[in-house]
């Protein structure tokens, strides 16, 4: 179900306490929840948490569920456009989809990310959007000519590279083959592009055979980093997530119960995973660094093409 709401801000001010590791500070989402389905999305606390941050003109049901109720910021257009003109605001990197996908399905009814942008492109402001889902290629254009201009990741996000267990896990996005498709098309713009390998879910996808094999996959599209990250269970990811075993993995749920006595897993297993993938990322030459491309890409002069010398 859709339903439109207004805000009054587009760009959320990350706090202070999660940006340290992050590299950038402005997160943009147009779309509140997710119709892609996750089974172990991090982000399903944000309905009640966005409730709570933000004025809507309509009074959204409380505790609605995320991935069936999904709220669309039907006036984000003018709303960004207010914060980019401002005399203040500094060409920061703007995370887009930092909650919500914003390549969800929602995105093909609505085409909200192609306004959003044509702003990007008007104001050159650099951005960092990472997808799991082919809808990305509509705007391949509009990306292709942002990059140019200015600093552009595209990331997707991978688990497995088996279809049957992505398609139990993530029900309503783009294939894997699909996802690293959509990466080798983006090679041919300035884009940064990147591998988020998160999460690694213990006993399900962290076999060295499945992190191999999407560690190859990237490096042959050529990515400029990837990033992997275990999974985070806490509140109603965590509820959703033990529930979700229960029907499809019963016999992962004492093994997980061990593994996840808090929100984060035990640091044993998190070593021993980091010591597999340490030597993959070694061996597919994969840089872990998301900054560092982007920064170079910053200071790059940009190449010449064959129109500049016919205007
Ligand atoms: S694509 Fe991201 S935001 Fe959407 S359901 Fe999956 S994990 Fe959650």
Redesign the pocket.
Known sequence: MLEEIQVTKALNKIKATSRITLPYRWDLNIYRG?G???N????MYSHNYLEKKEKYSSAGEENCAF?RRVYVKNNIVEALEKQLGARNWKKEVINIGG???SY?PAEAKYGLMREVLALMIEYKNPVIIST?SDLILRDHELLGELAELTCVNVAV?VTTTDEKLSTLL?PL?SSPEKRFSLLRVFKDTAAVTGLHMMPILPFLTDSPENLEKILSLAAECKVDYALPGVLYLRGETRKHFFNFLELNFPKLLDPYRKLYSKGGADRTYKAELYGVLKPLMEKYHMSGDYMKPMKTKFLRPRQLKLTDFLE
């Open positions: 997710c892609h389905g996750c172990y999305c991090y982000a991935f909650v919500c996908d969800q799991k996000t993530e996005a």
